[in-house]
């Protein structure tokens, strides 16, 4: 064997794992000196039987997919209709919301109807990058982990529950997790994303920047747990008391921080308050009432869905 089978086998370990490298390379080098011998006892020079036996193998990448064992695709049939369904139900509910938001947003802030067009079709353009991004990369490394396949240490109690209750469905889980992500970046952006503007044509922050020095690190940590608690979830397959007893857990270090800023004044920055239509900053009460409503139901139904599993 000569210099391209060399570079044809570095070519081909470069994208399997290292573990695995030793072996796949004494493999492959045994495969291609068995093809090469053989080509050369039927007559054939041995300078181009190396290059036919190559030339056959194909590209080197392909190769590498077929012995690391791992997709040579970024979704693969298995859970592609799960993830069309997904990013099409986030596109047409989660974009026109915000795009109507915006649009509020703007109207109060400058009157500009011009302006509401174009920050409405701006932020729905951007939401609708981060569904898709965000979305296809979770359902991307579900595809290429152990985790995520049905089969993966498989058990009876992995089957439904016998009413069609207290199965955690993956489109769900996908669902939970492109909200949490959104929402950590909503955290992170709102202290270089802002309606308004001050006379020296600095952002004027939504939220007071105090709340940065701890409740804002303590949120996001919160919300980054519970991308773990989403995962092990589905990775058990159904709710258990454990997991709705943690999972109320969560929602009250989320809950409770959230409704105690709004309820004491503390969340909103003071020079974005003073931009704000009075009838807006009434809407304090709403927005904590809303909040009760969603854990409230969040809880209660992680403990439904638990019962229903037993």
């Known amino acids: 064997m000569g210099e391209l089978t060399d570079r044809y086998v570095g070519a081909t370990l470069r994208s399997i794992p290292e573990k695995q490298r030793v072996d796949i390379e004494a493999e492959l080098r045994a495969s291609i000196g068995d093809e090469i011998d053989a080509r050369v006892e039927s007559g054939e020079d041995e300078k181009s039987a190396e290059q036919e036996v190559l030339t056959a193998l194909g590209d080197p990448d392909r190769l590498a997919a077929d012995y690391s064992g791992q997709p040579s695709y970024l979704i693969g049939p298995e859970h592609f209709f799960d993830y069309k369904r997904l990013v099409s139900v986030l596109l047409i509910t989660v974009v026109p919301i915000v795009m109507a938001v915006m649009a509020v947003v703007e109207v109060i802030g400058s009157g500009d109807v011009g302006d509401m067009f174009g920050e409405a079709f701006g932020a729905g353009l951007a939401v609708a990058v981060h569904i898709v991004f965000w979305t296809t990369l979770v359902f991307a490394l579900m595809e290429r982990s152990d985790a995520k396949m049905p089969t993966a240490d498989w058990t009876l109690d992995r089957l439904p529950a016998r009413h069609g209750g207290g199965e955690v469905k993956l489109s769900e889980t996908i669902a939970a997790l492109v909200f949490l992500v959104l929402a950590i970046n909503v955290f992170l952006l709102s202290r270089t994303v802002s309606p308004f503007?001050?006379?020296?044509?600095?952002?004027?922050?939504?939220?007071?920047?105090?709340?940065?020095?701890?409740?804002?690190?303590?949120?996001?940590?919160?919300?980054?747990?519970?991308?773990?608690?989403?995962?092990?979830?589905?990775?058990?397959?159904?709710?258990?008391?454990?997991?709705?007893?943690?999972?109320?857990?969560?929602?009250?270090?989320?809950?409770?921080?959230?409704?105690?800023?709004?309820?004491?004044?503390?969340?909103?920055?003071?020079e974005f308050v003073a931009e704000m239509p009075r009838q807006v900053l009434e809407a304090d009460l709403i927005i904590i009432v809303l909040i009760v409503l969603a854990v409230t139901w969040d809880i209660v139904d992680g403990f439904r869905k638990a019962g229903k599993a037993r």
């Open 197 to 270: 503007t001050a006379e020296d044509g600095s952002l004027i922050a939504i939220f007071d920047p105090t709340v940065w020095d701890f409740w804002f690190p303590f949120l996001i940590g919160v919300l980054a747990v519970e991308i773990g608690f989403e995962v092990v979830k589905y990775r058990v397959g159904r709710w258990t008391w454990s997991l709705a007893s943690f999972n109320l857990a969560l929602n009250a270090l989320f809950a409770i921080p959230a409704v105690y800023l709004l309820a004491t004044d503390q969340l909103f920055n003071p």
